[in-house]
T-cell receptor, first 110, second 120 residues
Framework: QSVLTQPPSASGTPGQRVTISCSGS????????LNWYQQLPGTAPKLLIY???QRPSGVPDRFSGSKSGTSASLAISGLQAEDEAHYYC???????????FGGGTKLTVL | QLQLQESGPGLVKSSETLSLTCTVS??????????WGWIRQPPGKGLEWIGS???????HCNPSLKSRVTIAVDTSKSHFSLKLTSVTATDTALYYC????????????WGQGTLITVPS
């Protein structure tokens, strides 16, 4: 599998709750933890969620993650304009013996 | 605080070799817990892992690029490097150096990225 599968786009209005899905296989999501990265325009990605649902220090609790089997999802509640960004899921892939990324989801705040 | 800074030529001619260096500051490279890696992002596209190296020189590379990639580390100079041979226009991308926990995609530090263009 060359990439994890994410929807190319998602959108919501301020205050809404949005979810982004990520689908993989037994060699990545099914057997390893899942991380999410946020990439604001013109910047490097930043770790948003690790170990499926943990938030690094400084990440608002509006962001939450979950994983079940070979799929995962990122939920953003109380959507804000500053959340407009690309979001990437990532998992270690045992076949690749390295990190495997999703294709990315562009979140638009309407 | 750990900082990573990529340096490279900006423009590389087709069929030539791309060489990048990542300078590490703010922390020692000598840890068994971390690997030092390269990730690239073609314009308007997603992220692709290129390869990673431990402080002791153990490397892992993406099989799709393995035949063209060499990654090296020099902890005495606090840097690690990437060489990618026989480049084509498809290698045009923003190249990031990163630090990640060994055996995971927990990437806790990224460089700002350096754009490498290979004219077609």
């Amino acid at each position: 599998q060359s990439v994890l599968t994410q929807p190319p786009s998602a959108s919501g209005t301020p205050g809404q709750r949005v979810t982004i899905s990520c689908s993989g296989s037994s060699s990545n999501i099914g057997s390893n933890t899942l991380n999410w990265y946020q990439q604001l325009p013109g910047t490097a990605p930043k770790l948003l969620i690790y170990s499926n649902h943990q938030r690094p220090s400084g990440v608002p609790d509006r962001f939450s993650g979950s994983k079940s089997g070979t799929s995962a999802s990122l939920a953003i509640s109380g959507l804000q304009a500053e959340d407009e960004a690309h979001y990437y899921c990532a998992a270690w892939d045992d076949s690749l013996n390295g990190p495997l990324f999703g294709g990315g989801t562009k979140l638009t705040v309407l | 605080q750990l900082q990573l800074q990529e340096s490279g030529p900006g423009l590389v001619k087709s069929s030539e070799t791309l060489s990048l260096t990542c300078t590490v500051s703010g922390d020692s490279m000598n840890s068994t817990y971390y690997y030092w890696g390269w990730i690239r992002q073609p314009p308007g596209k997603g992220l692709e892992w290129i390869g990673s190296i431990s402080y002791s020189g153990s490397t892992h590379c993406n099989p799709s690029l393995k035949s063209r990639v060499t990654i090296a580390v020099d902890t005495s100079k606090s840097h690690f490097s990437l060489k990618l041979t026989s480049v084509t226009a498809t290698d045009t991308a923003l190249y990031y150096c990163v630090r990640h926990l060994r055996g995971t995609c927990y990437i806790d530090s990224w460089g700002q990225g350096t754009l490498i263009t290979v004219p077609s």
